[in-house]
């Protein structure tokens, strides 16, 4: 397949580098520093679990343009980055499918207004890391394979597709008939997790120690989650209906202790969590919108909202002091 990976951040370096080792002809969009970057030294990646290095010499460019042709444009761009791309992918009318790969509660909407229902599929990675310098550092989430799908309904040909071909590149893939829905039930699951990390300052170690603060984070998706079926969505995946429906809390409590307390739970959750504020209040505001909180139905996903807005305020103050 010829495809475009528009932005070369930890997802797109990962899965840009991983398709073009398995033969397909891939380009990887980049700008700033990190276009220059990776003209210099090429994709460079580190596996969290074996410490191996890779260096993949990707193809690079620096914008897609309206008369370039790719099977299929990869999108893993964050939450708040999603605006600014619209525009060229809507261009880019020789593309037939263009995969968005972000977190998002309401913005399906948003993604068929500019480029066309015909032309979406959404998906979400199956991998987490971080970038240091020239080096993305990443580790493969087995509890979360690759997801994708078509909006809604059962899986098309090139869904199907696109499912093999990155199976052949070493991802493990899950495809859902209902992915708006798998989506925002993600969505519900992050923003708890990122409200309870962000009481504990981003601090993955110390939310651990804290048996208040997970408490309130089990409580927390168990309201979202409920929610979400009283508004007619399908039920969360089994897993999630597992660790926070079924099991006792205590056992729930003492599960996410041992993930949090662990180098997984830094790689998987507090990295991320610690750059991406912006992203996070934006998820947390579509989410918010969507299950109609209120503090007397789910007062702790409430109180885990608060704390999102509480960090990304302080971040912006903290951002405003060193621009001026």
């Keep these: ?3 475009l990976v528009y932005g070369a951040g930890v997802q797109g370096s990962l899965y840009g580098a991983k398709l073009h080792e398995a033969g397909h002809k891939v380009a990887l969009l980049a700008r700033g520093s990190r276009l220059a970057n990776l003209h210099a030294h090429g994709v460079i990646l580190e596996d969290l679990t074996t410490k191996r290095r890779t260096v993949t010499p990707v193809p690079i460019v620096d ?43 309401g913005g399906t909407e948003q993604l068929i207004a500019a480029v066309g ?16 310098g020239a080096v993305v550092k990443y580790l493969l989430i087995p509890q979360q394979p690759t997801t994708l799908g078509e909006i809604e309904g059962p899986p098309t040909p090139r869904v199907q597709e696109i499912a093999e071909v990155l199976r052949d590149a070493g991802f493990t893939v899950a ?15 992050v923003t708890a997790v990122c409200g309870a990390l962000y009481c504990a300052g981003g601090d993955n170690y110390q939310l651990a120690r804290s048996t208040k603060t997970l408490a309130l984070f089990a409580d927390g998706v168990h309201e979202g989650l409920r929610l979400l079926r009283t508004l007619g969505f399908p039920p ?34 507090a990295e991320h969590a610690r750059v991406a504020w912006a992203e996070m209040k934006m998820l947390s505001e579509e989410v918010r919108a969507v299950l109609s909180v209120s503090a007397t139905k789910e007062p702790a996903f409430v109180r885990l909202c608060a704390a999102i807005d509480s960090y990304a305020a302080t971040q912006m103050g903290h951002e405003s002091g060193r621009s001026a």
């Design 1 to 3: 397949m010829r495809i």
């Design 63 to 105: 914008r897609l343009a309206p008369g370039d042709t790719y099977d299929l444009v990869m999108v893993p761009v964050r939450r708040e980055q999603v605006a600014e791309v619209l525009r060229p992918l809507a261009a880019a009318v020789r593309v037939p499918t263009v995969l968005f790969m972000h977190n998002h509660a």
């Design 117 to 132: 229902r015909e032309r979406v599929l959404l998906g979400f990675p199956g991998a987490s890391g971080s970038r240091e």
């Design 175 to 189: 495809i859902s008939q209902s992915m708006d829905a798998w989506l925002k039930t993600h969505a519900v699951f």
């Design 236 to 269: 969360a995946p089994l897993n999630l209906r597992a660790i926070f429906t079924w099991m006792p809390r205590g056992v729930t409590i003492a599960y996410w202790r041992r993930l949090f307390g662990s180098a997984r739970g830094q790689y998987y959750f």
